[in-house]
């Protein structure tokens, strides 16, 4: 295995030190202050509404909102918009971590992955002395949205090696969108080069909607691509020429994240989002026959796993 994720390794990690940034949530508006604090071993990554003194677990069945985002929480004591920052600490092997915001929402940023990636290079990455389990699935659980051939499906199997292979296909009217898909084994490394930068995206003719009913206030040509039929209305213009489904998928790394420990699985989906992948989890965790718990000793005898520093930690 050429990197982590996410079992490249069985050791507990952590950010070296506290680091932060100020943004604007995607669909609420408001300005937001973020910060990743440090964890002691065991803490798992923890959401806290600073400004309400309230916790909430990164876990699949605190989830409470998946329209156009992944949202935990109830009421009030809400964090949305989550998925971007997940994908990145499970991208680098972080397991324990504190992630403050004074608000309802995680700020959008670029609209990718790749500025928590930087934050967190910044602040570097260090192994803590305990070994971390994962999640291993057993065999296929599926979940679907419709049905015919225009269906949307997503599903977990047994994985042939260590770690989270991936395979993800959209299909948009938009002409600029069209069908894509991309198939990848999810590493630290192929995680940066492939899916860390690609940016959320919306409809021109869905703004107004979407404001009409309180979401995308924050949402500009700065955090995300806007698709005309088939025009991109960004001025720069894509990322990359399938820089849709790298971003569909960054957004499944980010939501299968919240199974609480990392998984090794193949993932499949077609047309799949935030509520399927949710459901997807949901659907797993209600069938113990389709998933054990691999401690430390099965971890390490995996075919393809190995032990290295993510390239925060090892440059450090």
Do not use: Y
């Amino acid at each position: 295995m050429d990197g982590f994720f996410p079992i490249g390794t069985a050791r507990a990690r952590t950010l070296k030190s506290a680091i932060g940034c100020v943004g604007v949530g995607l669909h609420s508006g408001a300005r937001t202050t973020l910060n990743l604090r440090p964890a002691a071993a065991g803490t798992g990554i923890v959401f806290r509404r600073t400004d309400l003194s309230i916790d909430i677990p990164a876990r699949h069945d605190a989830v409470s909102d998946t329209r156009l985002c992944t949202a935990i929480g109830e009421g009030e004591a809400r964090i949305g918009t989550i998925e971007h920052v997940m994908a990145a600490l499970a991208a680098l092997g972080v397991t324990d971590l504190v992630v403050e915001v004074d608000g309802p929402e995680i700020p959008i940023l670029d609209g990718s992955s790749a500025p928590f990636i930087f934050l967190m290079d910044c602040a570097g990455v260090v192994e803590l002395a305990a070994s971390v389990a994962a999640i291993e699935v057993l065999r296929t659980v599926r979940v679907t949205d419709g049905e015919g051939p225009d269906a949307a499906w997503a599903e977990l199997s047994p994985a042939d090696g260590a770690g989270l292979e991936a395979e993800l296909s959209i299909d948009f009217g938009a002409t600029a969108i069209g069908r894509q898909s991309l198939s990848l084994r999810v590493t630290e490394e192929s995680f940066r080069s492939l899916l860390a930068d690609a940016r959320t995206f919306t409809m021109a003719e869905d703004i107004a909607r979407l404001r009409a009913v309180g979401l995308a206030r924050g949402g500009s040509l700065a955090n995300a691509v806007v698709v005309d039929g088939p025009l991109v209305v960004n001025p720069g213009g894509l990322r990359h020429v399938d820089e849709f489904v790298r971003h569909k998928l960054l957004d499944a790394v980010g939501d299968l994240a919240l199974a609480g420990a990392p998984l090794k699985a193949r993932f499949r989906g077609h047309r799949s989002g935030h509520a399927l992948n949710n459901r997807l989890l949901r659907a797993l965790f209600a069938d113990a026959s389709a998933w054990r718990r691999v401690e430390e000793e099965d971890v390490s005898a995996m075919p393809g796993a190995s032990v290295r520093l993510p390239m925060a930690a090892a440059a450090a």
